[in-house]
């Protein structure tokens, strides 16, 4: 992290280091990014990238279907506006999150900004929680390369005979040449950050306590980090296979190797290949029958016109290979939490993932609500935090809230609840209308008409009794 020593001097204040993750972080952007170190192109050791994959189901289960609804107050609405914005984005949150280990979430005031741990310094922390950290923000104009560093911390003050712990938020703006230096100070006012203050005055409740939290929230996954434990860092969901993610990807180029390199081949004595009465070339043997060759047919000079033909028809390991794959792929899902034959190699369809957990696979299930719990608490700190800078500049009036979090069951079938619902139609439990506007895609209105002149009216009923009379 390049902009660890410019931080530690401008702020005066030492990084709480952990060489062991910072080797971890590096190493997971690059497995992530599709850039493992066993990628190797000379001996054809490709990457299928799994590791993107287990991310991205992970955040995908976590946050099927949800719906976050804040009330309670004016402020509780303004929060909802905050949430309602961002919406969309909380799936790739969760999925930085899981790939990185950390995520962090932060308010800037107008909207929400996302880092990963390699954007961030630790300063402090409190029984794994973090309290002070140093966020890096970065863009570029012209041939400048600007950096703003954010130091965000608690400090102890006398007032009076009580000890408070006043919040502060300090900003400091480098500009440089090079995307890999953070280059020399340059004063905020001569940045897009001209609206920022060097140092906050000191941020507090409003009836002079100190905050709850930090002014902001951090995601991480739910295993324990057993490469140091004394970080409040995560670790990337795949940290404890990447020996198994190493040799899936060289399972795979294998077979797709073997696949590529399994073309017919037919050997020819050029004089098989060379019209009738056509002479041989003596010095250069075979140069009119190599002329508009198909490429599976190769020129061989055999003792005899007759003498040389063969075929050569690879044959295919790939039902092995792939028993092979599925083990690997089981073995991987199951280290990052998933139950066993989750993810599944089918030689037609490519990699896929099983189209539904059955209500017994309690592993899978059971992991994703860990990763649902950690983002509640995440996103918990994140509106604490907007409601603080909703305090400082009158954002909303102040006011009570309460957070609900509705998840989507990720055991759920489309097609078994439509069959259930039409079921409670035929034993009158629920009406007809109801079913068409969850299931068709009708409006309350339309699917009530629809109902409605469907139904045979009560004349209508008597008149056809009547004539069968």
Not at 310 to 337: D, F, H, M
Not at 353 to 376: G, H, N
Not at 418 to 425: I, L
Request: aromatic residues 12%.
């Amino acid at each position: 992290m390049f902009f660890r020593s410019e931080a530690e001097q401008a702020f005066d204040v030492d990084v709480i280091e952990s060489p062991i993750m910072d080797t971890v972080i590096k190493k997971s952007a690059a497995v992530y990014s599709g850039e493992p170190m066993w990628k190797d192109a000379q001996n054809g050791i490709r990457t299928i990238n799994f590791a993107k994959t287990l991310s991205s189901e992970t955040a995908r289960l976590a946050t099927l279907a949800i719906k976050i609804t804040i009330e309670g107050s004016a402020r509780a609405e303004w929060l909802q506006k905050q949430t309602d914005a961002v919406f969309f984005s909380i799936r790739k949150w969760v999925e930085y999150g899981c790939a990185y280990g950390t995520v962090v979430i932060k308010p800037n005031g107008k909207t929400l900004d996302v880092f990963t741990p390699d954007e961030v310094l630790i300063t402090d922390y409190d029984n794994q929680n973090i309290t002070g950290m140093i966020f890096k923000d970065t863009y570029t104009q012209g041939k400048w390369y600007y950096t703003r560093l954010e130091y965000h911390r608690f400090a102890e003050e006398k007032q009076g005979e009580e000890t408070v712990r006043p919040y502060y938020i300090s900003n400091r703006a480098y500009r440089s040449k090079s995307p890999d230096s953070i280059g020399d100070p340059v004063a905020l006012k001569d940045t897009k950050w001209s609206e920022l203050m060097a140092d906050s005055p000191p941020i507090l409740k409003a009836n002079g306590e100190s905050l709850d939290g930090p002014m902001f929230g951090v995601f991480v996954t739910p295993q324990a980090n057993n490469v140091d434990k004394s970080t409040p860092l995560g670790l990337p969901v795949y940290a404890e296979a990447l020996e198994e993610l190493k040799d899936l990807d060289i399972a795979y180029s294998r077979m797709t190797g073997e696949i590529n390199d399994s073309e017919r081949i037919v050997l020819a004595d050029d004089r098989l290949l060379s019209p009738a009465g056509t002479p041989v070339n003596k010095v250069n043997p075979g140069a009119a029958a190599t002329k508009n060759l198909p490429k599976y047919v190769r020129n061989v000079y055999g003792d005899g016109p007759d003498s040389f033909y063969q075929e050569i028809n690879p044959t295919l390991n790939t039902e092995v290979r792939v028993k092979g794959i599925n083990a690997l792929l089981s073995q991987i899902g199951y280290k990052a939490g998933f139950s066993n034959g989750y993810f599944v190699f089918d030689q037609k369809t490519g990699m896929v993932t099983a189209t539904q957990v059955e209500s017994d696979d309690r592993r899978t299930i059971q992991y994703i609500k860990d990763v649902r719990d950690q983002l509640e608490k995440c996103m918990d700190a994140v509106y604490y935090a907007l409601s603080v800078y909703a305090d400082l500049y009158g954002e909303s009036p102040a006011g009570e809230y309460e957070v609900t979090y509705d998840f989507g069951d990720i055991t759920y079938n489309r097609e078994e609840d439509r069959a259930r619902w039409w079921n409670y139609v035929n034993a009158g439990k629920v009406p007809a209308w109801m079913y068409f506007v969850k299931f068709e895609g009708f409006s309350e209105e339309d699917a009530k008409a629809m109902v409605e002149e469907a139904t045979p009216k009560e004349d209508e009923l008597f008149d056809s009794k009547y004539k069968e009379e």
